[in-house]
Nanobody, 116 residues
Framework: QVQLVESGGGLVQAGGSLRLSCAASGNIFVSSTMKWYRQAPGKQREWVTS???????TYTDPVKGRFTISRDNAKNTVYLQMNSLTPEDSGVYYC??????????WGQGTPVTVSS
């Protein structure tokens, strides 16, 4: 059984930083592309960033240069370092493990609130 558990969310002032973590149980982590999504109140969930098994990273334009995704395969954990946060970055952040095209596992989410 696969479980993803996010942590590290919270309240931060604009311009501040947070580091999110997502710990995965089960044996799919090293074979999965790991992703972060976010969902602001009243909006659809949106993709934020991905990191492949080999460490290739991609980002949505609004976070480029401010967010960094990384993974530690030995710890089955993916991280999201978020710097220069703005109120527009507020929302619930979800970790996802894409094992195959049709098998995606989700965490429960961790809330991030950026005050102006």
């Amino acid at each position: 059984q696969v479980q993803l558990v996010e942590s590290g969310g919270g309240l931060v002032q604009a311009g501040g930083s947070l580091r999110l973590s997502c710990a995965a149980s089960g044996n799919i982590f090293v074979s999965s592309t790991m992703k972060w999504y976010r969902q602001a109140p009243g909006k659809q969930r949106e993709w934020v960033t991905s990191i492949t098994m080999g460490g290739f990273t991609t980002y949505t334009d609004p976070v480029k240069g401010r967010f960094t995704i990384s993974r530690d395969n030995a710890k089955n954990t993916v991280y999201l370092q978020m710097n220069s946060l703005t109120p527009e970055d507020s929302g619930v952040y979800y970790c996802a493990a894409q094992f195959t095209a049709s098998r995606v596992y989700w965490g429960q989410g961790t809330p991030v609130t950026v005050s102006s």
